[in-house]
T-cell receptor
């Protein structure tokens, strides 16, 4: 089956530093990748949609200069949280959609970010 | 505004019983509806997809119904097992994006 990995699975950083999270599709090519954020006891909220080779599309209220997304290849997307603050602490989940599919997204295991 | 509402209470059931979860939505016209399972600290795992022209879908011990008139989906876990304990998410595809409900946490007691 289709597998999506994320790295790291958890990260703790100091306020003001930047953190990069990687999302990889291991056995398929992903034309489109999505980044979500989930706070405790809440639903996943879509942050941005990225298509390989083009700029990401951010949802309303998500700062694109703070959450930098790069989808440089068909198997890798990265999310960089710049100048992280404690309120950025959350569970970040990526998903990947195979090139020919409009229905199916495969989710990564998530990355727990804690900003001190 | 658009809303996806799931059973707000956690569901505790005895092993072997059927768990029934409800998903109601407003101001969406989804082409399809999906159900995912999420374990603590993990990403969602796809379970079932049901399209707007389908009334019912089954997969092993899982059954989903979809009523576009009532704007409601029911998710059933029959012959439940402790391994079924998880949070179950109702998800709509709207405008090529997935929108998630907050989930219902099911605990199956042995």
């Amino acid at each position: 089956g289709a597998v999506v990995s994320q790295h790291p699975s958890w990260v703790i950083c100091k306020s003001g530093t930047s953190v990069k999270i990687e999302c990889r599709s291991l056995d398929f090519q992903a034309t489109t990748m999505f980044w979500y954020r989930q706070f405790p006891k809440q639903s996943l909220m879509l942050m941005a949609t990225s298509n390989e080779g083009s700029k990401a599309t951010y949802e309303q209220g998500v700062e694109k200069d703070k959450f930098l997304i790069n989808h440089a290849s068909l198997t890798l997307s990265t999310l960089t949280v710049t100048s992280a603050h404690p309120e950025d602490s959350s569970f970040y989940i990526c998903s990947a959609r195979p090139g020919l599919s409009t229905d199916t997204q495969y989710f990564g295991p998530g990355t727990r970010l804690t900003v001190l | 505004s658009q809303k996806i509402e799931q059973n707000s209470e956690a569901l505790n059931i005895q092993e072997g019983k059927t768990a029934t979860l409800t998903c109601n939505y407003t101001n969406y016209s989804p082409a399809y509806l999906q159900w995912y399972r999420q374990d603590p600290g993990r990403g969602p795992v796809f379970l079932l997809l049901i399209r707007e022209n389908e009334k019912e879908k089954r997969k092993e011990r899982l059954k989903v119904t979809f009523d576009t008139t009532l704007k409601q989906s029911l998710f059933h876990i029959t012959a439940s097992q402790p391994a079924d304990s998880a949070t179950y998410l109702c998800v709509l595809l709207n405008d090529y994006k997935l929108s998630f409900g907050a989930g219902t946490t099911v605990t199956v007691r042995a």
